[in-house]
């Protein structure tokens, strides 16, 4: 994936669309984000360059609980290219 701001909108987009509310704010992550799950809000580190918001997205995004029948096409085909290549990457461990 290249790193740039249509690939961090395309991420970004996932997410939004299954009802969560990406927030950039500062704070002290371990991981560049937190998830509060009652509320359906993901906060980022606001102070992620592109490239360190994408790759949170990518850590992030198979976490989440996202049904994709809410998915646009193009953000499901994106989804579903995440979550399979998280379980090659786990296939060969």
Known sequence: MKYTQASLDKL????????YVLRY?????????C????RKVVVL???????????????LIPQLDIPTDVLT???KKLYLD????????EGKM
């Open 12 to 19: 970004e987009a996932i997410p939004e669309q299954a009802g």
């Open 25 to 33: 704010e500062r704070g002290t992550f371990q991981s560049g984000y």
């Open 35 to 38: 998830i509060l799950e009652e």
């Open 45 to 59: 580190n606001k102070f992620l360059q592109t490239e360190g918001r994408i790759n949170t997205l990518l850590d």
């Open 73 to 75: 096409d193009e953000s």
């Open 82 to 89: 995440i979550i399979s290549k998280l379980e090659a990457e």
